[in-house]
């Protein structure tokens, strides 16, 4: 491969490099991505003092220009403008590749619509990395991202996907990862099948298997395997586990609504089953309905 300042020659313009950086491990860097951080103008990342460990590793000395959530709106102009003017720039996240779950979207979108050549550059990412030594089916999933910090929030976050049949992926921190456990396994059931990823690539790597209910009590006893930084993946929904779950919010609806004003039935439903407060509404208010028109 041509080293980037020969290719960005050749193209006759600035090219932006989605450059994927380790997510624990230095060695998992690939030779590609050291020669692109070292030969490229500028090196656009989360936290300059993080990249610049990275770079002090490697023995590369470049600019590098901080770009992230609170200062996207202001800092992607100026990069468009160097690249414009043929300079050719590095976007690195902290760890992982760039703009999964990170900043860097609205930078890929407006180069492309310039013109501007974007070319990716793979390696490590720490949800596919959990997914492939998981052990859950692999053949579709969903990435959530991080869950809302707020116990309700995230409860209706799981009930959004509840009955997704593919794996559902998450990242979460080490000091939300219990009420993160507790509220899934509040909205999917205690029994569905799940695993922990913790600390990646990392000395400390573990995987954890098991129900959500039973990985809630292992990090209860272990407050060891609470630290760190955490995927979660649990498995999809069946179409028997999607079934049952809408038979016992609707069982549980029709005896509440039958001595309860319908908000409060609704709301009392959602807190004994996990489900979501606005869907069991309307699910009431149609109940009502029906029945009001068959007693007419």
Request: charged share 20%; net charge negative.
């Given at each position: 491969?041509?080293?980037?300042?020969?290719?960005?020659?050749?193209?006759?313009?600035?090219v932006?490099?989605?450059?994927?950086?380790?997510?624990?491990?230095?060695?998992?860097?690939?030779?590609?991505?050291?020669a692109?951080?070292?030969?490229?103008?500028?090196?656009?990342?989360?936290?300059?003092?993080?990249?610049?460990?990275?770079?002090?590793?490697?023995?590369?000395?470049?600019?590098?220009?901080?770009?992230?959530?609170?200062?996207?709106?202001r800092?992607?102009?100026?990069?468009?403008?160097?690249?414009?003017?043929?300079?050719?720039?590095?976007?690195?996240?902290?760890?992982?590749?760039p703009?999964?779950?990170?900043?860097?979207?609205?930078?890929v979108?407006?180069?492309?619509?310039?013109?501007?050549?974007?070319?990716?550059v793979?390696?490590?990412?720490?949800?596919?990395?959990?997914?492939?030594?998981?052990?859950?089916?692999?053949?579709?999933?969903?990435?959530?991202?991080?869950?809302?910090?707020?116990?309700?929030?995230?409860?209706?976050?799981?009930?959004?996907?509840?009955?997704?049949?593919?794996?559902?992926l998450?990242?979460?921190?080490?000091?939300?990862?219990?009420?993160?456990?507790?509220?899934?396994?509040?909205?999917?059931?205690e029994?569905?099948?799940?695993?922990?990823a913790?600390?990646?690539?990392?000395?400390?790597?573990?995987?954890?298997?098991?129900?959500?209910?039973?990985?809630?009590?292992?990090?209860?006893?272990?407050?060891?395997?609470?630290?760190?930084?955490?995927?979660?993946?649990?498995t999809?929904?069946?179409?028997?586990?999607?079934?049952?779950?809408e038979?016992?919010?609707?069982?549980?609806?029709?005896?509440?609504?039958?001595?309860?004003?319908?908000?409060?039935?609704?709301?009392l439903?959602?807190?004994i089953?996990?489900?979501?407060?606005?869907r069991?509404y309307?699910?009431?208010?149609?109940?009502q309905?029906a029945?009001?028109q068959?007693?007419?």
């Open positions: 491969m041509s080293p980037p300042n020969q290719l960005d020659a050749a193209l006759g313009s600035g932006l490099y989605v450059v994927a950086t380790p997510i624990g491990n230095l060695e998992d860097l690939t030779a590609r991505a050291a692109i951080l070292a030969g490229v103008d500028l090196i656009a990342c989360e936290d300059t003092r993080h990249s610049r460990r990275l770079l002090d590793h490697l023995g590369i000395r470049k600019p590098l220009c901080a770009y992230h959530d609170h200062n996207e709106a800092t992607h102009p100026r990069l468009l403008s160097r690249l414009q003017a043929g300079d050719s720039i590095a976007l690195i996240s902290d760890a992982g590749t703009l999964i779950n990170d900043t860097g979207f609205t930078l979108r407006e180069a492309r619509a310039q013109g501007i050549r974007v070319i990716p793979p390696g490590p990412s720490a949800l596919i990395c959990a997914l492939s030594a998981a052990g859950l089916p692999s053949d579709r999933f969903l990435f959530l991202g991080f869950p809302p910090r707020s116990s309700a929030a995230r409860r209706a976050f799981f009930d959004q996907v509840a009955k997704e049949p593919g794996t559902l998450l990242y979460e921190s080490g000091k939300r990862m219990m009420a993160t456990l507790e509220d899934s396994a509040a909205v999917l059931g029994t569905r099948q799940a695993v922990i913790r600390e990646l690539t990392k000395r400390f790597e573990t995987f954890l298997t098991g129900t959500l209910g039973d990985l809630h009590a292992r990090l209860s006893a272990d407050t060891d395997q609470q630290l760190g930084e955490f995927v979660l993946l649990v999809g929904a069946s179409g028997d586990e999607g079934a049952e779950q038979r016992e919010e609707a069982r549980i609806l029709a005896i509440l609504c039958a001595e309860l004003p319908t908000r409060q039935a609704a709301a439903t959602a807190r089953t996990g489900g979501q407060r606005n069991l309307r699910a009431a208010l149609t109940c309905q029945e009001a068959t007693s007419n």
